[in-house]
């Protein structure tokens, strides 16, 4: 019996809740602040990353320059020979052919040695 007074509890509730708060005033405010907060959920955990991480690509493209290693959208690893305003041309290393590329193709500028990586190697051959 006493689960049937559950139910019929958690049925017969909401309605009387959903009573009161049409006939006051702060109904409105009621409604719309869990649509605030999910908006303010989805502004810091899908809009604003996204923005911050266009914004290092268009610094990454406006940066690129001549001798630059890059790989493009399709894969392919090339080094930068020309830049122009839209286009890139990339010479692809083992076979010196030339590829005419769109800025927006190239994925990522690649580092084969970081910075603090030839540091290392000095201080470990000192070492051994």
Known sequence: MSLWWI?????????????QASGGGGGLLGMLFPLIVIFAIFYFLLILP???Q???RKAMLAALK????????????GII???????V?????????????????IRGVLNPTPA?????????????
């Open 7 to 19: 139910l019929g509890t958690l049925l017969v509730a909401p309605a009387a809740f959903a009573q």
């Open 50 to 52: 996204q923005s911050r």
């Open 54 to 56: 266009e914004k290092k």
């Open 66 to 77: 001549k001798g630059d290693r890059v790989v493009t959208t399709g894969g392919l690893i």
């Open 81 to 87: 020979d020309k830049v122009e305003e839209q286009m």
């Open 89 to 105: 041309t990339l010479r692809l290393v083992p076979s010196e052919v030339k590829v005419k590329v769109e800025k927006g193709a």
């Open 116 to 128: 603090g990586a030839k540091g290392a190697k000095k201080n470990g051959s000192k070492k051994g």
